[in-house]
């Protein structure tokens, strides 16, 4: 087939271009491929590890009251899974297994756990709350306020606003407690199930 003048000096300049940089297209393309490719068995991987992680947490939620059984298998979730959000939700259930069995020291060590590793806010809000509960039925009430300074999810301001209060009426510290449930109460709605609690917590101490 002939091509007329234009057609042809429109096929050199393609020649010409891909001689100068067709190499470097190539390359960039291969690159763009190896990237996808990994891209897509990362998420293979990562698929494969939530599946056999999931296998593991349904087996630690069988495991209902047995407190030796439950440790066992959060610790395996958190030394080969520890990526997935399972490790955090095991190491939750572990803590509430071992507080249960008044293993103070193994519940604030899994609840550490979960604040340090876990993959989801409100997991790591929730750790914190009950590390708070933990450390004040050792009296440690400093710690314990250390662990309630701000919620990462907003949703869960009211529940560590009326924790705070908590520790500072058994510390002793009535103002201050009437303070946090009074702000507790400010962020709940009028027919949160624990808004009326609240409301007497506060009354009992004459600060209504």
Same mark, same amino acid.
């Given at each position: 087939m002939a091509f007329d003048l234009q057609e042809q000096e429109q096929i050199a300049e393609l020649k010409a271009f891909w001689q100068d940089y067709g190499r470097h297209i190539a390359l960039g393309l291969g690159l763009a491929l190896a990237i996808f490719g990994g891209w897509k068995g990362w998420q293979a991987?990562?698929?494969?590890?939530?599946? #056999?992680?999931?296998?593991?947490? =349904?087996?630690?939620?069988?495991?209902?009251?047995?407190?030796?059984?439950?440790?066992?298998?959060?610790?395996?979730?958190? #030394? /080969?899974?520890?990526?997935?959000?399972?490790?955090?939700?095991?190491?939750?259930?572990? =803590?509430?297994?071992?507080?249960? !069995?008044? /293993?103070? !020291?193994?519940?604030?060590?899994?609840?550490?756990?979960?604040?340090?590793?876990?993959?989801?806010?409100?997991?790591? /809000?929730? =750790?914190?709350?009950r590390l708070a509960n933990v450390l004040m039925d050792q009296k440690k009430y400093d710690e314990a306020l250390s662990q309630l300074k701000s919620a990462e999810e907003q949703s869960f301001g009211a529940l560590y606003a009326e924790t705070r209060? /908590?520790?500072?009426?058994?510390?002793?510290?009535?103002?201050?407690?009437?303070?946090?449930?009074?702000?507790?109460? !400010?962020?709940?709605?009028?027919d949160a199930p624990n808004y009326k609690f609240v409301e007497i917590k506060l009354e009992a101490l004459g600060s209504h």
């Open positions: 991987w990562e698929n494969n590890q939530s599946n #056999k992680a999931s296998a593991i947490y =349904a087996k630690l939620d069988a495991a209902a009251g047995d407190a030796a059984a439950i440790k066992t298998a959060a610790a395996e979730l958190q #030394k /080969d899974y520890s990526r997935t959000a399972y490790a955090g939700r095991a190491a939750l259930v572990a =803590a509430r297994a071992a507080f249960s !069995a008044s /293993d103070l !020291a193994t519940a604030q060590s899994e609840l550490n756990w979960a604040i340090a590793n876990g993959r989801e806010a409100s997991i790591r /809000d929730v =750790a914190r709350i209060g /908590d520790v500072l009426a058994l510390k002793g510290d009535a103002a201050g407690a009437g303070e946090a449930y009074k702000q507790a109460l !400010a962020k709940l709605p009028k």
